[in-house]
């Protein structure tokens, strides 16, 4: 070996022991920066004409394991999504009170039939009766807030869905201009690793939003994708989209680096994004829906009785609610026997119009009968009524009323449509009255005249469970002849303009139009628009048979204690109509608390609620619908926590895992400082051996 050689290899060994020794001191220092990776020198043997000419560089790298980076990854998303989830489940919970204390909601019935059941031992007390309207005013005022505070959880959940994708699309152009860095570096023989620590940082934020493969390039820096594979970074940023609307499901959209055509929908499975999108879209606001279908269940089953009973006086007239409905069609249906009664200021009747539904026909005073049919329904029952009384059917809402100061009754008797009595399915005497359609049991069936304004449009979204939508479907009211709700459905279920290829729309036995999704799909529906119109300003398909979860969210809000009740307790109906006392007798005495009872018992009837929130169809008591839905959102809650803390210790121990390859170790560092450090020093004692020799030949030849 030459002395040149020789020098060579030892200058080359040298600045090795070097460079090693510059990594191995930024190990040491960094050794407690979070995100740091420690770094390594990497050398090869340099070969000159086969013959070895000492060390070369060939990089320096992080020590890293991309199998233990993606699990840190994915870890990080399931905790973010779970975390998020967990928070806003809690602060929901805590709307409804303290299950321990006396404010707790649930407990509100509880309070109305106690209220109730006291004010039927003394039901001339005025101020037991006004009690007990307020206990069933705070239970409506509770609802309403309850209502309210969640939907203004799912403002702030809107809010911070947009806050997130912008951050994340932040995140995104960072990562991919670091690529141009660390390519640039690597390229030109410098150190990389500042950028790509930075970098992983950037990358771990971005799975905490959600959850993406990540991939090395050849020329250095990552490539991002989604998990159906779509580039979010490096060849270019993406632009993430967050889309959403007041009636339709949220979901991410994505606009790629030089994309000619549009945005294309992206699957979030995880992530902060991910659990904001599952509780913006199905837990609050199913828990928004199931408490108007509770509230909602409550007033039918207190409007059922106080529809079945009479107050002492008798009002002068019975103001019904909108049912959304023609008269014919709404008469049509009915089976059973009901009676409208007219009667003096002290209760004693002055006629009866006895209706029986299943025969056609109207007896006046228990005299002949006369036929009807639903067409001439309130002609009929003018005619029977005379001087005594009217009928009027309005804007979908039938009222009856009697002349000069007497009063109106009526005996629900056998009565029954879709299990409603005449009065209660007209809202005759409603306890609580709604400003909306509140249970969407509208008593059609597919041979009623679905009564839509031909030409009316309905658009509806086919989505799937995340949101992404399917498929947006145009429906026209048809308009041949005289439309049947069969004909209405059969356009809504074409394969060619409806929701055919993905499942179809059907009426159940109460008249509620429902949606049953085809699998593996299994579509949601929600409403884009909806111009349609039963009748002249009636209401729409979507309002009339409310479909779509988010149009349904507000149900709780729409109820209030009848105003007249509200205004004048001593009106709330706390008797029964007895029609088989003798002439001249009143049939409403006073001081009877038969209807205050059965108000109390309210709470015990079964009756059927429909699929809402967590439940399905139903069939419980209002008590027993309490108690579970009460208990379901405390389960969901203490689940959410549990899957936050199982979610958490598995994001701990993926990123212990990773720090013990990717951290420093002092121990080990030392050690390799302590190896560079000599090789330094046998380097250069070889270049001061080198030097010497030199310099003795140099002699020499002087």
């Known amino acids: 070996m030459s002395l040149s050689i020789a020098l060579s290899n030892a200058a080359s060994g040298?600045?090795?022991?070097?460079?090693?020794?510059?990594?191995?001191?930024?190990?040491?220092?960094?050794?407690?920066?979070p995100g740091y990776v420690r770094k390594v020198v990497d050398q090869s043997q340099r070969v000159v004409n086969g013959a070895g000419q000492g060390v070369d560089i060939t990089g320096v790298r992080r020590v890293t394991d991309q199998y233990l980076q993606l699990a840190s990854l994915s870890a990080s998303s399931d905790s973010s999504k779970f975390d998020v989830y967990s928070t806003?489940?809690?602060?929901?919970?805590?709307?409804?009170?303290?299950?321990?204390?006396?404010?707790?909601?649930?407990?509100?019935?509880?309070?109305?039939?106690?209220?109730?059941?006291?004010?039927?031992?003394?039901?001339?007390?005025?101020?037991?009766?006004?009690?007990?309207?307020?206990?069933?005013?705070?239970?409506?005022?509770?609802?309403?807030?309850?209502?309210?505070?969640?939907?203004?959880?799912?403002?702030?959940?809107?809010?911070?869905?947009?806050?997130?994708?912008?951050?994340?699309?932040?995140?995104?152009?960072?990562?991919?201009?670091?690529?141009?860095?660390?390519?640039?570096a690597r390229l030109s023989g410098g150190d990389s690793t500042g950028s790509e620590n930075i970098q992983d940082q950037l990358l771990n934020q971005l799975s905490g939003l959600m959850n993406v493969r990540v991939s090395a390039r050849s020329s250095g820096g990552v490539t991002v994708r989604s998990s159906e594979g779509i580039e979010l970074a490096g060849d270019g940023p993406a632009t993430l989209i967050y889309n959403h609307s007041t009636t339709t499901a949220g979901y991410i959209s994505v606009l790629?680096?030089?994309?000619?055509?549009?945005?294309?929908?992206?699957?979030?499975?995880?992530?902060?994004?991910?659990?904001?999108?599952?509780?913006?879209?199905?837990?609050?606001?199913?828990?928004?829906?199931?408490?108007?279908?509770?509230?909602?269940?409550?007033?039918?089953?207190?409007?059922?009785?106080?529809?079945?009973?009479?107050?002492?006086?008798?009002?002068?007239?019975?103001?019904?609610r909108n049912t959304g409905l023609d008269l014919p069609t709404a008469v049509g249906g009915f089976t059973g026997q009901t009676t409208v009664a007219i009667l003096d200021n002290t209760g004693v009747g002055q006629k009866t119009v006895a209706i029986d539904f299943t025969a056609g026909t109207m007896s006046v005073n228990a005299g002949p009968t006369s036929p009807f049919t639903p067409a001439t329904f309130l002609a009929?029952?003018?005619?029977?009524?005379?001087?005594?009384?009217?009928?009027?059917?309005?804007?979908?809402?039938?009222?009856?009323?009697?002349?000069?100061?007497?009063?109106?009754?009526?005996?629900?008797?056998?009565?029954?449509?879709?299990?409603?009595?005449?009065?209660?399915?007209?809202?005759?005497?409603?306890?609580?009255?709604?400003?909306?359609?509140?249970?969407?049991?509208?008593?059609?069936?597919?041979t009623d005249n679905n009564g839509f304004v031909p030409g009316g449009q309905i658009t509806l979204r086919l989505a799937q469970a995340d949101g992404r939508p399917i498929k947006d479907v145009t429906i026209t009211v048809p308009g041949a002849?005289?439309?049947?709700?069969?004909?209405?459905?059969?356009?809504?279920?074409?394969?060619?303009?409806?929701?055919?290829?993905?499942?179809?729309?059907?009426?159940?036995?109460?008249?509620?139009?429902?949606?049953?999704?085809?699998?593996?799909?299994?579509?949601?529906?929600?409403?884009?628009?909806?111009n349609t119109q039963r009748g002249a300003g009636g209401p729409s398909i979507s309002q009339l048979f409310g479909l779509g979860t988010l149009p349904r969210l507000d149900r709780a809000k729409s109820f209030s204690v009848n105003p007249t009740l509200a205004a004048d307790p001593t009106k709330l109906a706390f008797g029964k109509l007895d029609l088989t006392v003798a002439a001249?007798?009143?049939?409403?005495?006073?001081?009877?608390?038969?209807?205050?009872?059965?108000?109390?018992?309210?709470?015990?009837?079964?009756?059927?609620?429909?699929?809402?929130?967590?439940?399905?169809?139903?069939?419980?008591?209002?008590?027993?619908?309490?108690?579970?839905?009460?208990?379901?959102?405390?389960?969901?809650?203490?689940?959410?926590?549990?899957?936050?803390?199982?979610s958490a210790a598995v994001?701990?121990?993926?990123?212990?895992?990773?720090?013990?390859?990717?951290?420093?170790?002092?121990?080990?560092?030392?050690?390799?400082?302590?190896?560079?450090?000599?090789?330094?020093?046998?380097n250069a004692r070889m270049i001061q051996a080198a030097k010497d020799l030199f310099d003795v030949l140099a002699n020499l030849i002087n």
Not at 389 to 416: K, P, R
Not at 654 to 662: F, M, N
Not at 666 to 679: F, G, K, S
Request: no cysteine.
């Open 88 to 184: 806003f489940l809690d602060n929901a919970q805590g709307l409804f009170g303290d299950p321990s204390g006396k404010g707790f909601f649930f407990n509100l019935p509880d309070e109305m039939s106690a209220a109730f059941a006291t004010s039927a031992n003394d039901p001339s007390s005025n101020l037991l009766r006004g009690q007990a309207l307020n206990t069933v005013s705070n239970f409506l005022s509770e609802a309403n807030r309850i209502t309210t505070q969640i939907g203004q959880l799912r403002t702030t959940v809107d809010s911070q869905l947009n806050d997130n994708v912008t951050k994340a699309n932040s995140l995104l152009s960072q990562i991919d201009d670091l690529n141009k860095d660390i390519a640039q």
């Open 651 to 682: 994001k701990t121990e993926a990123d212990t895992r990773r720090a013990s390859v990717e951290g420093v170790n002092i121990d080990e560092e030392l050690v390799a400082l302590t190896t560079y450090q000599q090789a330094y020093n046998a």
């Open 481 to 530: 002849g005289t439309p049947l709700m069969s004909d209405l459905l059969s356009a809504m279920n074409s394969n060619a303009t409806g929701v055919g290829l993905y499942g179809s729309f059907s009426l159940d036995a109460q008249g509620a139009m429902v949606f049953t999704p085809t699998p593996p799909q299994n579509a949601k529906i929600s409403v884009v628009s909806d």
């Open 256 to 320: 790629t680096a030089g994309a000619n055509s549009g945005p294309q929908t992206m699957n979030v499975a995880s992530g902060e994004i991910r659990g904001l999108l599952d509780l913006r879209d199905q837990k609050l606001s199913g828990m928004e829906d199931q408490l108007g279908e509770f509230v909602a269940r409550t007033a039918q089953q207190l409007n059922a009785v106080h529809n079945a009973s009479v107050a002492d006086p008798p009002p002068t007239t019975l103001n019904g």
């Open 584 to 646: 001249g007798q009143p049939a409403v005495t006073p001081g009877d608390g038969q209807g205050a009872l059965a108000l109390s018992l309210a709470g015990q009837q079964t009756t059927l609620f429909k699929a809402a929130g967590s439940l399905a169809n139903v069939n419980m008591s209002l008590n027993e619908y309490a108690a579970e839905f009460g208990g379901s959102i405390g389960r969901d809650a203490a689940s959410a926590d549990n899957s936050k803390n199982a």
């Open 380 to 446: 009929s029952l003018n005619a029977a009524l005379g001087a005594s009384g009217s009928a009027t059917f309005t804007n979908g809402a039938l009222s009856i009323a009697a002349t000069g100061a007497n009063g109106v009754a009526i005996d629900e008797g056998t009565s029954s449509k879709i299990g409603q009595g005449f009065s209660q399915f007209f809202g005759l005497n409603d306890l609580i009255t709604s400003n909306g359609f509140a249970t969407y049991d509208t008593g059609l069936t597919t």
């Open 14 to 33: 040298l600045n090795a022991a070097q460079q090693s020794i510059r990594a191995v001191s930024d190990n040491i220092s960094n050794v407690n920066t």
